[in-house]
């Protein structure tokens, strides 16, 4: 059973290490799955801050979600088809920023409506919040996304 040779043993050793050392994904890798990380996240929010301005006008809405899936979907086939391999790790740290968004997502139409709720109560009628509150909803939306994007674009090189 013991009839490996320490030649056979020191080349198998060499052809792993070797192969440890070949990195599959390249830089352009890491750029276009960075790159779709951060753009999905910033597409989340521009759709929460975006639909606020046309809540309740249904040709408007539809219109809105439909071109938010077109450009999800696109920016799918794009990363699946400009990129050759999946670098390490970037599949697990991009569906963590996902996650996040979604779920900064769902918290900030919460609190928009939230908010609208509250108008109401006031007497103050359904009149949209400043820019400034849709903005800062939007970056707070896409930060997840933005940060992993970040990670996987900038992350350790091979």
């Known amino acids: 059973m013991g009839n490996t040779s320490s030649h056979d043993t020191q080349q198998a050793r060499a052809a792993l290490d070797q192969a440890d050392r070949i990195a599959l994904a390249t830089d352009r890798d890491r750029r276009v799955h960075g790159l779709a990380t951060a753009v ?42 400009a990129a050759n391999t999946t670098p390490r790790g970037a599949r697990h740290i991009g569906y963590v920023g996902l996650a996040g968004s979604a779920v900064l997502m769902i918290a900030s139409v919460v609190w928009l409506n939230l908010r609208q709720g509250d108008n109401r109560v006031a007497g103050i009628g359904e009149q949209p919040d400043h820019w400034w509150v849709y903005a800062i909803v939007a970056v707070v939306t896409a930060l997840p996304s933005l940060a992993a994007g970040h990670v996987i674009f900038y992350g350790r090189r091979a």
């Open 40 to 81: 999905f996240g910033a597409v989340m929010g521009i759709y929460v801050a975006a639909h606020r301005f046309v809540d309740g006008q249904g040709w408007a809405e539809s219109g809105l979600f439909g071109a938010y899936v077109v450009i999800l979907m696109a920016l799918a086939v794009w990363q699946r088809r």
